[in-house]
C-alpha cells in the first residue's frame, strides 16, 4: 500500500524524499486559475521515479455548471491536464465533483459530466484515469452525499471513471466514515485513492478545513478503517509541511503495518 502526501509542485520527489513518501500529489498550474500546465523540464526524471505521482487538477473546474462560461473552459482545462499529467507518468488527475447554483437543476449537472466525457472521448479520450473527489459542502454539489453520487455515477455509466474518497470530506459532507468504504463501492464499484484527511469541524458541517490525523474531530483510528478496507493508496493533505505530514504518514504506515520506501 503506497502511501504520500500532497506537495509543492516545484521539486515533488524531493518533496516525498523529506517526508519517507512513496507517492505525492501535486498540482500542474495554479489550482486557482485557469492557465493550461506548461510542459515541464523534469518530465524524464519524472516517468523513471519510483515514486507514485497524482495530479489534483485545479480548484476552478467546474463541469457541472450550468453557467457555460465556467462549465466549457472547465471542460478544455481537464482535458488539457489529463493530457500533461499523463506526460509525466501520473496514475491518475484527481476532480473535484462540481456543483450547480442555487435554483438550478441538479440533473442537468450530472448530465454535464456525462458530456464531459464525452466531450473527451471525441477528442481520443483522457489520457489517464480522472479520479472524481467527493466534496464538503453544498446543498448543489454532484457528489457530497451517496445519494448524489449514485445519480452521478449512474449518468456516466458509459465511461471508465474512477472515485477519490476524501475522509475529512465525507465527515464535513455528513457522511458516517463507518462502513463508508462499502457503502461507495456498492455505487463506484471501485475506490482508486483515499485522501487521508483529519477535519478541523464537526460532522455535517459542509466546511473543508483539513487536520492532522492525531487532531481534529474524526477518530484516526476510523481514517486507518478506511484505508485498510478501501485498499487503495492513500495521500495525506495536511497542514505542517514536512515535520506534519511526516508524522501523519509514519502514523498510517504504522498502523497500516506497511515498510518504509526503499532508500
Partial sequence: MRIGAHVDSADPLSEATARAADAVQFF????????????????????????DLYVHAPYVINVATLNNRIRIPSRKLLLGHATAAAEIGAKGLIVHGGHVNSGDDLAVGFDNWRKTFAY?????????????ENTAGGDN???????ALARLWDALGDYEVGFCLDTCHAHAGGEELLDLVDRVKAITGRIDLVHA??????FGSGRDRHDNLDGGTIDPDLVVAVIRAAGAPAIVE??????????DIAFLRDRLAVGSPAA
Fill in 120 to 132: 473527451a472521448a471525441d477528442a481520443g479520450g483522457f489520457a489517464l484515469p480522472v479520479l472524481i
Fill in 141 to 147: 454539489a454532484c457528489a457530497r452525499r451517496l445519494d
Fill in 238 to 247: 495536511t497542514p505542517g509541511g514536512v515535520d506534519g505530514q511526516g508524522a
Fill in 28 to 51: 500542474l498550474s495554479d489550482p486557482q486559475g485557469w492557465k493550461a500546465p506548461k510542459p515541464r523540464e523534469d518530465a524524464d526524471r519524472l516517468r523513471a521515479a519510483e515514486v
Fill in 197 to 202: 484527511n483529519n477535519s478541523k469541524d464537526t
